[in-house]
């Protein structure tokens, strides 16, 4: 008897498992259905009231996790319009659906693949699911069904920095000695298993979203480990901020032993495969663990190729060297755990989001100009 009910209490454990949702979601696939348009009134000439759409709203403070939790079934339907009766003749259109979603979604049409809207700034809207619409003597006075769709909705995390990193680097101890957040650190890998954005305040209340990521493995573009769906995240980040361990890294005893510089070199190439205009990004490199023993020697020895990848890149092994290289805009020794040269990092980055900036500023005040310049040769006085 007892064993039964121990084994009943692991199998019931062991469900329980299962439909736990993920602590952190950044993809769910939902259906939508627009209402059924309403039916018409032959005898009097009536027509049905068109069925309701769904629509997509983006809010800031909200989560895949939250809609899901809110609609379990992952169905989403819209009223259906109103039939047309003798009170009535022209039946009331069905109300709408407005689902609210996170910002940062781009939503996906599963059956096309197509992408059917990216939805980044709270408030913008998105249409996934017309209704049906209401019958009249067109169609024998019969509503039409409401369109009905399988969507993805895929997150990416929107954070002015990536941190890119091999585990253990010490990611999430910067991330802490930098910003608000309080990440789990520990010295296996993997600690990290869900993205984390920590907020950078400056005196002149700038703020700065950083996103500490799981750690990538070599390969992980094939798939190999968590960090290649996490890559994703990187996208929309407008500078990446790569971290090594200046003693370099081996994950485990199958895995080779790389020093700093080919985790550089290896980094740069996950993220090649991955998608190789993220290498058009800006970028810093960060060598951590300086506070370690003959950490000052290797910096002092690989300092040159730090600052310009190029020169070593022959000497690097096939399977983890770039076709294209980082080239960065700042080179910095830290010890995230001691404190040494944070400061520096919160400066450094500012400086360069700023030159983003300033760049960004530039760029659009020159397409104003040309465009004014082609209106004026088009409409001004022509010199002949
Ligand atoms: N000596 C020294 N240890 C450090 C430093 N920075 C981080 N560590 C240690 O390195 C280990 C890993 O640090 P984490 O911050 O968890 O590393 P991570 O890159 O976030 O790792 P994952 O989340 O697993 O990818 C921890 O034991 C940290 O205390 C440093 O500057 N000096
Ligand atoms: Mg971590």
Redesign the pocket.
């Known amino acids: 008897m007892v064993l039964l009910t121990n084994s009943l209490l692991k199998l019931e454990k062991r469900a329980r498992k299962i439909i736990k949702p993920k602590k952190f979601l950044d993809t769910l696939q939902i259906t939508v259905k627009g209402g059924h348009g309403g039916n018409g009134m032959p005898k009097y000439g009536g027509i049905g009231g068109q069925g309701g759409a769904v629509y997509l709203k983006a809010v800031e403070k909200c989560s895949l996790k939250e809609l899901w939790r809110k609609n379990p079934s992952k169905m989403i339907e819209a009223r259906s319009g109103e039939d047309s009766n003798k009170m009535r003749l022209v039946g009331r259109r069905g109300a709408d659906q407005e689902l609210e979603i996170p910002c940062g979604v781009t939503v996906i049409d599963n059956d096309t693949s197509q992408i059917i809207g990216e939805l980044n700034k709270e408030d913008e809207t998105c249409l996934v699911a017309s209704g049906g619409a209401g019958g009249c003597s067109g169609s024998s006075f019969i509503g039409t069904k409401g369109n009905v769709r399988n969507i993805t909705l895929d997150l990416k995390i929107i954070a002015d920095i990536g941190l890119v990193?091999?585990?253990?680097?010490?990611?999430?101890?910067?991330l802490k000695a930098i910003s608000n957040a309080r990440?789990?650190?520990?010295?296996?890998?993997?600690?990290?298993i869900m993205p984390q954005i920590g907020v950078l305040e400056y005196s002149d209340y700038r703020q700065i979203t950083v996103a500490?990521l799981?750690?990538l493995i070599e390969n992980a573009h094939k798939n190999i480990g968590m960090g290649h769906q996490f890559l994703k995240h990187v996208e929309r980040t407008r500078l990446l901020m790569l971290?090594v361990d200046i003693n370099g890294f081996q994950l485990s005893q199958k895995h080779q032993r790389r020093n700093c510089l080919e985790n550089v070199y290896s980094l740069n190439k996950e993220l090649e495969l991955y998608d190789s205009t993220l290498l058009e990004k800006p970028s810093i490199l960060l060598i951590?663990?300086?506070?370690?023993d003959g950490s000052i020697d290797k910096f002092i020895e690989y300092e040159n190729y730090f600052n310009d990848l190029s020169l070593a890149v022959e000497e690097i092994s096939e399977d983890i060297r770039p076709e294209k290289l980082l080239k960065f805009e700042r080179v910095i020794p830290?010890?995230?755990?001691?404190y040494q040269e944070v400061d520096k990092v919160k400066e450094e980055i500012r400086d360069v989001i700023d030159e983003l900036d300033r760049r960004n500023d530039e760029d659009i005040d020159s397409k104003v100009n040309e465009k004014l310049r082609k209106k004026l040769m088009e409409h001004g006085p022509k010199m002949v």
């Open positions: 990193g091999f585990p253990n680097a010490g990611k999430s101890t910067l990440p789990k650190i520990a010295s296996y890998p993997f600690t990290t500490d799981p750690g971290i951590n663990k300086m506070d370690l830290i010890s995230a755990k001691m």
